[in-house]
T-cell receptor
Framework: TQLLEQSPQFLSIQEGENLTVYCNSSSVFSSLQWYRQEPGEGPVLLVTVVTGGEVKKLKRLTFQFGDARKDSSLHITAAQPGDTGLYLC????????????FGKGTMLLVSP | GAVVSQHPSWVICKSGTSVKIECRSLDFQATTMFWYRQFPKQSLMLMATSNEGSKATYEQGVEKDKFLINHASLTLSTLTVTSAHPEDSSFYICSLERGGDTQYFGPGTRLTVL
């Protein structure tokens, strides 16, 4: 059973377009992280959200944690080729217990 | 964020040999580190939790005698793939937790077993 469902699995868009990636679960998470990973490298943390309904912005990226802390979304405005990569959401079930459950990832390709 | 290094970044070995991968925390004393493996175009799969000074905790389905983990100091954890086979070829990534639930990842090690 995949505890965190990520969609879409693959997204190919043109530079300047907007996009949203979703991370859904039937389980409640104490916190949720979003990472970006480039080929041949380890994931790099983008953001951690911990409060239901929380919205965080990182330049052109907007992250939202659902009110019930079961889902999250990542919205990218005016995507650029440098945004290309694998986006992973990961949730922690219990606060302070660090084992993370990862979604399957969304591969984003932004073409010039 | 924490700075995590891995060595080697890539390794090619013959089937039947053992390979050791090091994970170092460069700026933080980590009592807990994590080891993941990742197949091409797939997500990360947690293999084990490495605890400093004690035995690692392995996830279900991961052979502890095949993947030996040693966390001998607060800045170093090692993963040894014993008697490697081609199906062990993968991208191995370590991480550490530095406050809260967020993990910081190393750059990964690409293992190819011929």
């Amino acid at each position: 059973t995949q505890l965190l469902e990520q969609s879409p699995q693959f997204l190919s868009i043109q530079e300047g377009e907007n996009l949203t990636v979703y991370c859904n679960s039937s389980s409640v998470f104490s916190s949720l992280q979003w990472y970006r990973q480039e080929p041949g490298e380890g994931p790099v943390l983008l953001v951690t959200v911990v409060t239901g309904g929380e919205v965080k912005k990182l330049k052109r990226l907007t992250f939202q944690f659902g009110d019930a802390r079961k889902d999250s979304s990542l919205h990218i405005t005016a995507a650029q080729p440098g945004d290309t990569g694998l986006y992973l959401c990961a949730g922690a079930k219990v606060r302070g217990y660090s084992t993370l459950t990862f979604g399957k990832g969304t591969m984003l390709l932004v073409s010039p | 964020g924490a700075v995590v290094s891995q060595h080697p970044s890539w390794v090619i070995c013959k089937s039947g040999t053992s390979v050791k991968i090091e994970c170092r925390s460069l700026d933080f004393q980590a009592t807990t580190m994590f080891w993941y493996r990742q197949f091409p175009k797939q997500s990360l799969m947690l293999m084990a939790t490495s605890n400093e000074g004690s035995k690692a905790t392995y996830e279900q389905g991961v052979e502890k005698d095949k993947f030996l983990i040693n966390h001998a100091s607060l800045t170093l954890s090692t993963l040894t793939v014993t008697s490697a086979h081609p199906e062990d070829s993968s991208f191995y990534i370590c991480s550490l937790e530095r406050g809260g639930d967020t993990q910081y990842f190393g750059p990964g090690t690409r293992l190819t077993v011929l």
